[in-house]
């Protein structure tokens, strides 16, 4: 399998524009998450899906962010206006769930520059 | 809520030694704990999976251990090598719900 496929891998705008992050989870998997990893705050959580619903969406920040799965194959993160405090590395993960171990598996990750 | 820990933030050894890294984590009722491999500008790479019913596991080179009762994790790494020079960050997630909760990380360099 090609692994948890993430787009663009670098992306730079500037404040007020609309941000798109695009993911595509291992094929089988049932589960999607999407971190946002800083230098201040390291690692967070922003939202999780199951089986493509949204199931704790607590660590979104605001509602400029919001995170869409319309399949099993692919789910987005929007940013609508993009501030320079959403700069960060933002990644997406794809897991089998506890059905099986519980592994999260991540993507390359999409860095964020917003001028 | 459910903190983890891992100290030392940064260590630097010379190629061969033997190491640990260790992860703490305050809420004993977690379902497992993962460890972690990030490479500068790169993703995530799983290296080790504990359920909370195991004490340890073993791949190659790496052994991570898991003490539930003292909320604490470690991870060695026997005869290091210059490729071993990465991020360690350790997670748990807990029965109650899916995240995974990151400790900060330990910064490793193998010195040749």
């Known amino acids: 399998d090609a692994g948890v496929i993430q787009s663009p891998r670098h992306e730079v705008t500037e404040m007020g524009q609309e941000v798109t992050l695009r993911c595509k989870p291992i094929?089988?998997?049932?589960?999607l998450f999407w971190y946002r990893q800083t230098m201040m705050r390291g690692l967070e959580l922003l939202i999780y899906?199951?089986?493509?619903?949204?199931?704790?969406d607590s660590g979104m920040p605001e509602d400029r962010f919001s995170a869409k799965m319309p399949n099993a194959s692919f789910s987005t993160l929007k940013i609508q206006p993009s501030e320079p405090r959403d700069s960060a590395v933002y990644f997406c993960?794809?897991?089998?769930?506890?059905?099986?171990?519980?592994?999260?598996?991540f993507g390359e990750g999409s860095r964020l520059t917003v001028l | 809520k459910q903190e983890v820990t891992q100290i030392p933030a940064a260590l630097s050894v010379p190629e061969g030694e033997n190491l640990v890294l260790n992860c703490s984590f305050t809420?004993?009722?977690?379902?497992?704990l993962q460890w972690f491999r990030q490479d500068p500008g790169k993703g995530l790479t799983s290296l080790l999976l504990?359920?909370?019913?195991?004490r340890e596991q073993t791949s190659g080179r790496l052994n991570a251990s898991l003490d539930k009762s003292s909320g604490r994790s470690t991870l060695y790494i026997a005869a290091s090598q210059p490729g071993d020079s990465a991020t360690y960050l350790c997670?748990?997630?807990?029965?109650?719900?899916?995240?995974?909760?990151f400790g900060s990380g330990t910064r490793l360099l193998v010195r040749p």
């Open positions: 993960a794809s897991s089998l769930g506890r059905s099986n171990t519980g592994e999260l598996f």
């Open positions: 094929s089988g998997h049932d589960y």
């Open positions: 899906f199951n089986n493509n619903v949204p199931i704790d």
């Open positions: 809420d004993s009722a977690i379902y497992n």
């Open positions: 504990i359920q909370s019913s195991q």
């Open positions: 997670a748990v997630s807990m029965w109650s719900s899916y995240k995974l909760i």
